[in-house]
Every structure is written in C-alpha cells, then in structure tokens.
C-alpha cells in the first residue's frame, strides 16, 4: 500500500468551499460527471417508489426514526446487553481519535497487519485508514467505489457511490496506473480486475472492518446492506471482525428495518432490494464451519450527543444514509462532493458537518444551499434539512438573542459590516414612513441605481426599479 | 413540508393584499393584475398602506432578531378574519410557514400562528378559493412556466400555475426538463455563492429556451429576475412575466399592450 497516498480530510480545508466551487463549475468534466449520474439517480428512485404510498412510507420512516431517538439511550443500553448475549464485544468511543484507538488496540491485541474494510462513513470520519497506516496496519478498501476512490488518493464524492465523480475512463486510466490493468472501457474487465486484486486481501486479512446500517436493540442484530458481496467478504472471512457506527443507528425491533430498508435502497439507488443483506448476530459458534472467532462493535459519539441535547438539531440523528438528499441537490449536482472538503457533503453534510467541526472550521457550508427544499422534499426520514440550515445559519452569525447558539464556532461567520446592513434594514423595514419614503426617493431616482451589484450582475442585469411602486399606483387609485 | 390537507375557506367579500417588497418596487404591475382579478372575481381589496416586507431575506440570512422586528411591523396590519393573499410563493411561506417558528418563546406567538393560518398564495387562492373561470382574448401562444422552490414546496401549488394556464384556450403551455429544479435564485445565496447561482440560472434558461417557447411566467418575482435578467445580460431569446400580469393581459381587454 506504500504507493498509495493516503489523503486525510483535515489536509482540506473546509473553509476555502469557495474556489473549489468556483474550480468544479468551470470544470466541464466534473459538471457532466456529475449530472449524468444524479439524472440518472433520481429517474431510478422515481420508478422505485411507483405503486407506493410514497407519504405513507416517508411518515412510517420518520416516526421509527423518532420512536428510537427518544428513547436512544435506553436503546442503546438494551443493545449493549444483547449484542454481549450474544458474544459480541461492545466499545464506546466519545470522538474519532478513542475510535481510531480502539480499532488499533483490537488489532494489536491479535498482531494483525492487514485490515480489509468494507464501506463505512463513520471510519471515513475517523479517518481509520489514515490512522492504522500510520499504525503501520495496512488498511484496504474492498467497496470497489471506495477501492478506486483509495487509489486515487482521495476521499469518497458521494456516501452511497464514492468514485461517482470519475468516469469510466478516468477510472481505467487510474486502475492501469496503479495496478497495471490494461486500459479499457469495459466495466465488466475493469470490475473482474478489481476483483482479482482483493479476492487475496480478503483470504489473507487479519481483520475485517464494515459500517453498520441498522443495529437491533431488541435482538443484537447488525444489519448491514451492500451490493458486492464484499461486505459479506469483510464480515465473515478474516478471523476478526470489527463493526463501527454512529449510537444514532439503533433501532428498537427487527419490524423498524423492513420498513426502513424498503425506504433506504429505493432512496439510494433506485432498488426495490440490494443484492446483500447480512445480518450479524454474533461470532462463528462451535459448530460452525465459518465466520470470525470475535466480532466488536464500536459505538462512536463524536459530537452527537450534543446534538441529541437540542430538540431541533436533534432531527439531523434521524438520517440513515441513504445520499438521496445529494442526488437531488441542485448545488451538489454543480459542484460535487470533494468541493464541500466534508466527511459528508451536499444537504445532509451541510447540516452534519458543523456539528463535528465546528461552525468556525463549517461556516460557509449552511449559505451554500438556495434552500429550495429538494432535500427535505425527497429525504426518506423527513429531516427538515432546510429549515435547519436556516438554524445552522442563524448560529453562524448569532443572529437571535431569543434562542441563543449551541453549536460550537457559532457567531464565526458575522462580520460588523454586513451586521450592521441588516440593521439598517430591519429599521427602515420596521418603519412603514421611513419605508415609503426611501421607496418612493428609490423609484424616483432610479436612473442612478447602480448597473454593478456584486456577484449579482457577475451573471445577470441589475433589477430594473419601476417608476412607481406599488404602494404609489394604488393611492393614486385612492386606496 | 407540503400541507397534507389544504382546507380552502369560502370565497369571501374582502381580502387583505400583501404586496411583497419585490412586487411593490421591481414589479407594480404584477400587484394591480393580482388585484384586478381578485376585484374581477367581485373581491373587495384592502391594501394595508404600513405593510413593507415580509423580513424573508434577514431571516434566511440568519439575522432572526432583525427579521423578527420587520415581521412584527407586519403582524398589526391584517385585524380583520380575512384572508391575507401574497402574489408570491416565497413570502406567503414565510409568513405562512416560518411566521410561528420566528415568533417562537415571544408574546406574540399566538397571533404569528393565526394570521399564518389565514396566508394563502394568490394563484392558488384565485383557482381554489374563488374558483376563477378565465376567458382568453389574447393571439395564440407558447409560453414556458418556472413554479418557485417554495410555490412548489412551501405551498403545494406546483399544480395551480399549469391549471390556470390551462383554462386559456390560445396558449400553448410546454414543459421543460427539470422543471422542478431551482432556478438558482435563493435571495442571498445568488450573491453569496454566484458561480454556483450562475450555473444553475444558466441551465435553467437554456433547458427553458429549448422547448421553442419565447416567453415564461413564474409565481415569484425573485426567479422572475434572476431568470429574466440571466437571459437578458447572455442575449437569450426569451422574456419573463409574472404569471398574475400574463392572466391579466390575456383576459381583460386591453389585450397587446406588452408586444
């Protein structure tokens, strides 16, 4: 793995969303990578929900992911106690970094040097792979997004599909640089290749590392759902496995999942069902042929349970990953995901992300939505992602004295100058005379407005202010 | 987001217009179409002369306590039980939707939730409560329709504009791709994020531009001048009308007076 240079996301900062923006609109390739893939995202999921009370099901969905965040820690206790019932080892880790360390330890407990990892966000937050690299623990990614993804250096584009930003060819050209495959636009050779190259990671891995989508309290069920068959690899060929989630995931029954599930493959991709879904119940038991001798979960808190703390923000626990709120983000589809420089991007990132870093490091990233409610629209759980954007924004500036900020960093993003235009305002929009009147002296002088407004005219003409406002026709018509 | 269940209330004798700030400088005359078709439909109009703004912008901006003091300005003008109609998606959610929210924990709570029960966007109002019948004495044409994020989202009425069009027999209403995708407007953000705002309102024309129609209406003034002025300043083929002056200039008389 030595010539793969692995790239943490703090090597990217947060702040400059801006050029890298400004870089993926003008780059051609990244725009048509990009819309292609959502067009065809969205059209999937569109026929995955035909015949279904779609509301219904979005309702069903929010209320079993409410149901099991109002009871969360007593859930979470439950889930304890049956996940060691059944001899699964349970850690708890208040921040990526106890995480990182547990993960390590485990593997130093059973002097493992190889890693073989199926898909998980919460690690991509941990940053994992960095980590056991630096462990000197060899960490590969067997997702094939996440493979391609690894190869290149970089971090996942999209959560569901990581390597969407790269085309086929981009991605021969990467795999014949880095493996020595032949360079060809056929999808099923270059899948056949990436293949082979993992088949003999997985039989020689010492430790298998996989994400979680859905932990049952009642039963000690991990449930995790994949299409590739390496999440099955991960979890049941090396001797050792070891799962990690977010606390929000528990839910309290087996019932919740179908439910949920139907909403998350459909949402996702587009598919009434994924090709895998495993369910762990705990390790290989004396009588049977296969699985690890031990499997650990580690449950990672990393900023929210103070989320948990506020019955707003409380909401964004609700996710489960599904990406559904990317594929129809108009901002994500322009600029793709490494722009937001975020473990998570597009909607839900932009709601997730200040709570794991602060709103000093995330501060522009609750501006960049023109809240035009697609996200919130389509999201399977029914987060009112805009509605808390507008929250998260308010804590950027510290914009209300009534319901003051929680999240840390907030009040980073206000700048005296704009501060004060807003009071400004708020005077003249609180004064109906002192309103009018600069109305009226505006319509009347109108031929002094300023042609140049910022980034307005960047793009477009300046609004042209009418000779009369409303307000003036309608008393001349004496109402 | 989508009230599940609209209850429309009976067609009443009066109503309180709400201009919007955008209406009352930028486009006056989408206001007197708004009222002239509600007068039309035998409507008495009230104008609260003191209302200004909404406080939309400062309250997405995250400047609560600014936009709190604008909205409050607004709360005293409507005392009767009328209904309170807004040519515009984009306020009327504001006060309909995030009225009860920023006045949340203050004195003023139960009154927010109570005139935000009575805000009703105008097509909507007009198609559902006064259930108009619109006659067409205009020359036949094609015209494309841009239906605000929050006329789509905030107030279910992405059915109304194509419906009330639909009543006009010379009109040829054609669709674009993606008409459900923002026009890249979002107030503040197309000054605070303009590249991507750009992109967006430049798809949004050309997908606009190529179903042959040279003309669009929209619900809300914002899109209205971020479409309109994105073509204007790139020499597209195409001009922009908020959808309340198309109804009006196709079934009152004075017919042509635009071209």
Redesign the interface.
């Known amino acids: 793995m030595s010539e793969t240079a692995h790239q943490s996301p703090h090597h990217i900062d947060v702040k400059e969303f801006h050029p890298r923006a400004q870089a993926a609109i003008h780059n051609p390739k990244i725009r048509q990578n990009f819309r292609k893939a959502m067009d065809g995202l969205m059209s999937k999921r569109k026929s995955a929900f035909e015949g279904w009370d779609l509301e219904t099901l979005r309702d069903l969905g929010a209320n079993i992911r409410l149901r099991a965040l109002a009871n969360l820690p007593d859930l979470l206790e439950q889930l304890e106690e049956k996940l060691t019932e059944n001899g699964i080892k349970v850690h708890w880790a208040l921040d990526s970094d106890e995480a990182c360390r547990i993960v390590r330890d485990i593997c130093v407990a059973r002097d493992a040097k190889s890693v073989i990892k199926g898909k998980s966000m919460v690690s991509e937050e941990m940053e994992l792979n960095h980590y056991l690299e630096g462990q000197g623990i060899e960490a590969l990614e067997s997702d094939l997004g996440e493979y391609i993804v690894q190869l290149a250096g970089e971090t996942p584009s999209h959560i569901i599909m990581p390597a969407i930003h790269k085309n086929t060819g981009e991605i021969s050209e990467l795999m014949h640089e880095k493996t020595g495959t032949d360079l060809s636009h056929d999808v099923e050779y270059l899948t056949a290749a990436a293949r082979q190259q993992l088949r003999e990671k997985f039989m020689n891995a010492d430790v298998g590392v996989s994400g979680v989508n859905f932990a049952v309290a009642e039963t000690g069920t991990l449930c995790l759902v994949e299409n590739e068959g390496n999440g099955r690899m991960t979890t049941t060929v090396p001797p050792c496995h070891i799962a990690v989630t977010g606390i929000e995931k528990v839910v309290p029954n087996l019932e919740d999942v179908t439910a949920l599930m139907a909403l998350l493959t459909r949402s996702a991709t587009g598919q009434h069902i994924t090709t895998y879904f495993n369910m762990i119940s705990g390790p290989r038991k004396a009588d049977e042929m296969d699985g690890p001798e031990e499997v650990h979960l580690v449950l990672v808190d990393n900023g929210r349970s103070s989320i948990y703390q506020d019955d707003e923000l409380l909401d964004t626990l609700r996710c489960i990953r599904c990406g559904a709120c990317m594929n129809h983000c108009p901002v994500y589809t322009r600029v793709g995901g490494h722009t937001y420089g975020t473990t998570y991007p597009g909607p839900i990132g932009k709601i997730l992300m200040p709570h794991l870093i602060g709103l000093d490091e995330g501060r522009h990233l609750p501006t960049a939505s023109s809240l035009c409610g697609a996200c919130g629209e389509v999201c399977p759980v029914k987060i009112p992602i805009p509605d808390l954007l507008v929250r998260l924004r308010q804590e950027s500036v510290d914009g209300d004295k009534l319901h003051p900020a929680r999240v840390t960093g907030h009040g980073a993003k206000r700048g005296a100058m704009e501060a004060m235009i807003w009071k400004g305002w708020s005077w003249m929009h609180a004064h109906p005379g002192a309103y009018r009147f600069g109305t009226n002296m505006a319509a009347r002088f109108r031929m002094l407005q300023p042609g140049q407004i910022g980034g307005w005219t960047q793009y477009r003409t300046a609004p042209k202010l009418a000779p009369k406002t409303l307000h003036e026709k309608l008393k001349e018509r004496g109402q | ?1 989508v009230d ?1 269940i609209k209850v429309y209330p009976p067609k009443p004798s009066k109503v309180y217009f709400y ?1 919007t ?1 955008l ?7 989408a ?2 179409a708004g ?1 002239q078709l509600l007068e039309r439909e035998g409507i008495e ?1 009230i ?1 609260p ?5 909404c ?1 939309q ?14 909205a ?2 607004q709360l005293g003008l409507f005392p009767e039980d009328w209904p309170i109609v807004v040519p515009s998606g984009s306020c009327g959610g504001m006060m309909r939707k995030h009225y009860p ?1 920023l006045f ?3 004195g003023d709570d139960v009154k927010a939730a109570e005139i935000a029960g009575r805000v009703w966007e105008l097509t909507d109002f007009l198609l559902n409560v006064c259930h108009i019948k619109l006659e067409d004495l205009g020359e036949p044409t094609t015209v494309a329709m841009h239906t605000s ?2 006329a ?3 107030m279910g009425v992405a059915e109304v504009g194509p419906k009330l069009l639909g009543q006009l027999s010379n009109v040829n209403l054609v669709e674009q791709v ?1 008409t ?3 026009c ?19 798809e949004k024309v050309d997908a606009i531009v190529d179903t042959g129609a040279k003309d669009f209406v929209t619900t809300d003034c914002g899109c209205l ?2 479409i309109a ?2 073509a ?3 020499r597209k083929p195409l001009e922009g009308q908020h959808i309340l002056s198309f109804l009006w200039e196709r079934t009152s008389a004075k017919k042509g007076e635009r071209s």
């Open positions: 987001m599940p201009g700030c209406v009352d400088m930028f486009y006056p005359d206001g007197m009222i109009v104008f002369e003191n209302q200004t703004c406080g912008p400062a309250y997405t901006s995250g400047y609560h306590d600014e936009a709190r003091a604008v409050k300005a929210a949340k924990d203050t994020c929050s789509r989202r905030e993606r459900e995708e923002c890249g407007f979002g107030g503040t953000f197309a000054i605070r994020h303009p590249e991507i705002s750009g992109a967006m309102v430049s001048m971020n002025g994105y204007e300043k790139n």
